[in-house]
């Protein structure tokens, strides 16, 4: 995702903080004007990211698809879009990746589902934007992995690679994955393998 940033939080260092908000509670996500930015909630700071452009939208979208038509005829859980609201447990943080998937067994956990969902999903993935970088990218994984998240992919369009990361390597990617590689669901959601050469090829060409 694209910004121009101004200010940031050590909590939140791929994002803006937005001036001159008290905190705020996630929930609040669901009532924010649509204003070309996509927002965030970081232990009650409430940051905010430019909206994506065409690749970055192109690949989620794309990669959303192929996780969906894995996992929904198998009924193995559920896939988000970018807009999907994830509360995490023991904090007042949302985060919304850009796809996210959580397992089936957790659809119990849902009381409202017109409230954000009220767990970290178990798949995280993001599409960095080329303002982003590894620094942002690692805090952002760090943060999806403290929240429960099992496994995060962090997607690079200009360079073409994916960094894996795991609850076992924090201060790391698990691994980096090159375009003759292919992306992985493992324990995730298994049997789900995507080329990751498909992952950024232009789908016009």
Do not use: C
């Not at 009532?31 to 909630?41: N, Q």
């Not at 017109?114 to 080329?130: N, R, T």
């Not at 929240?147 to 894996?164: K, T």
């Amino acid at each position: 995702m694209s910004m121009a940033i101004h200010l940031r939080s050590p909590l939140a260092p791929w994002a803006e903080v937005v001036p001159g908000v008290a905190p705020v509670a996630v929930e609040a996500l669901l009532a924010l004007p649509d204003d070309g930015y996509v927002y965030e909630v970081v232990d009650g700071v409430l940051v905010r990211m430019a909206g994506s452009g065409d690749e970055a939208t192109t690949i989620a979208h794309y990669l959303g698809v192929a996780l969906t038509n894995f996992v929904r005829p198998r009924r193995l859980g559920i896939v988000t879009g970018a807009d999907g609201v994830y509360k995490f447990p023991h904090a007042e943080t949302g985060l919304l990746p850009d796809i996210g998937f959580y397992v089936a067994e957790k659809r119990a956990f849902i009381v409202d589902r017109s409230k954000p969902i009220p767990f970290a999903p178990d798949l995280a993935v993001e599409v960095a934007s080329p303002s982003q970088d590894a620094d942002d990218m690692a805090a952002k994984a760090r943060a999806y992995l403290h929240g429960g998240v099992r496994l995060v992919w962090v997607l690079w369009p200009q360079a073409q690679h994916a960094d894996i990361w795991r609850p076992a390597t924090l201060d790391r990617p698990t691994a980096t994955l090159n375009v003759g590689d292919a992306l992985d669901g493992e324990d995730v959601i298994p049997g789900f393998t995507y080329p990751v050469a498909d992952v950024f090829a232009d789908p016009l060409a």
